[in-house]
């Protein structure tokens, strides 16, 4: 097959949406399929490059200066561009289907090249570009924006939701009529050298607590300060790897709590650094007010961190209260504290939720995860063909 994924954000620009869809590229391409990513540009990034056998194209988008988060112009933006770019390559390329990451701001594209192309399109929700708690504008409170989303989920030949959550705000918020299949991500085994706590710069005696995320209000990292601060043990040391506009704010919330002692701010690190410092730790938390999925979970698992995290969002389809580590109810800053300090305390528990873990996670291996991929879009153009009979040419339409 060949197959075009639209995602506005791609390494290294974005989250945990954008690695996913380049482990889900990685995977199609191993399976032997003609894989190609229609991605936004940045200053110092190439327009065109070939990855891992995947052909990356980036489009010029307005106001994107931050790898980590996207500005309001860039993503409005993104539309005309990559429509423009394309339909260049879907007039060079007959892609079999395409495959939108991101019901908005990259849904549009992928409904607009579907139309003009009449090649089916399979859109991948993910989390916030349907439903994010923490933000005014979002799809599911706006009106505009929700009519957006519905018209892109009610026009694409296919639904993917990456977890039942997400799955459930699609027919519940959307009333969406398509098929809505769940995948779930999954994580291609990281290669790293381990480094010791030395080489990293983190004491030897520190019990260390470690997140990683964009540095946003959905992540409620304030609440994880706060709950620090509640640990009256000064061997608790928390790394955060991560940049983004509540940077600041962390900062001077730490401050005034009188934790900046214990906590390092790490900045954006990616790649074999981040496991690094991931394998050097203790125990992963994270208490997002939302998450769709949560890659960061998988990879910290894979490490073998007993996770804790928020009991609302897509992560409580894999993570266990109890055996992968805690979960705990959004904004709970008393009882995150509690399981902070208890597994902190507790060492012959971290080792059995790591081995837990470590053989947990190997469930969620991305070649099984491109299988499923491959086998729906194989599915939908064979509907597709079905539909619309022999296909002499994949040009526009008169």
């Known amino acids: 097959m060949r197959i075009l994924i639209i995602n506005y954000e791609f390494p290294p620009l974005g989250g945990g949406g954008g690695v996913a869809s380049y482990q889900i590229a990685r995977g199609l391409v191993a399976r032997e399929h003609e894989v190609d990513v229609l991605t936004t540009g940045r200053s110092g990034l190439p327009g065109h490059e070939v990855v891992d056998g995947v052909g990356i194209h980036r489009v010029p988008v307005v106001m994107r200066s931050e790898l980590a988060t996207a500005s309001l112009p860039s993503m409005l933006s993104f539309f005309p561009s990559s429509v423009l770019k394309g339909c260049q390559l879907l007039r060079r390329k007959r892609y079999d289907v395409l495959n939108t990451h991101f019901a908005i701001p ?8 579907s139309k003009v192309f009449s090649t089916p399109q399979v859109v991948t929700i993910i989390g916030g570009d349907i439903y994010d708690p923490t933000k005014r504008f979002s799809p599911s409170n ?116 009188q934790v900046s002692q214990r906590i390092d701010f790490l900045g954006a690190i990616w790649g074999e650094p981040k496991f690094q410092y991931l394998a050097a730790s203790d125990i992963f938390v994270l208490p997002s007010v939302h998450e769709g999925f949560g890659l960061v979970f998988l990879e910290a698992m ?97």
């Open 142 to 257: 706006n009106p505009f924006l929700h009519a957006v989303v519905r018209g892109v989920l009610d026009s694409s030949s296919h639904v993917v939701a990456i977890s039942e959550d997400i799955e459930r705000r699609a027919r519940e918020d959307y009333r969406c009529r398509r098929d809505i299949e769940v995948i779930h991500y999954g994580l291609a085994p990281p290669r790293f050298e381990s480094k010791s706590r030395t080489q990293l710069g983190i004491p030897e005696g520190d019990i260390v607590l470690i997140s990683v995320g964009r540095l946003i209000r959905r992540k409620a990292l304030g609440d994880l300060l706060l709950a620090l601060s509640k640990v009256d043990d000064p061997r608790f040391r928390l790394l955060i790897i991560g940049d983004g506009p509540e940077e600041c704010r962390l900062r001077d919330l730490a401050k005034r709590l």
């Open 106 to 113: 990259t849904g549009p594209t992928g409904v607009t090249l």
């Open 302 to 398: 894979y490490c073998g961190l007993p996770v804790i995290a928020s009991s609302s969002g897509g992560q409580t389809d894999f993570l266990r209260d109890g055996e992968t580590g805690f979960l705990v109810p959004v904004g709970d800053v008393e009882t995150l504290a509690e399981r902070i300090s208890c597994l902190g305390s507790d060492e012959p528990l971290r080792r059995e939720i790591s081995e837990f873990n470590r053989q947990y996670v190997k469930s969620f291996d991305i070649a099984d995860v491109a299988r499923r991929y491959e086998a729906l879009f194989s599915t939908v153009i064979q509907r597709s063909t079905a539909a619309a009979g022999p296909r002499k040419t994949n040009s526009p339409t008169a």
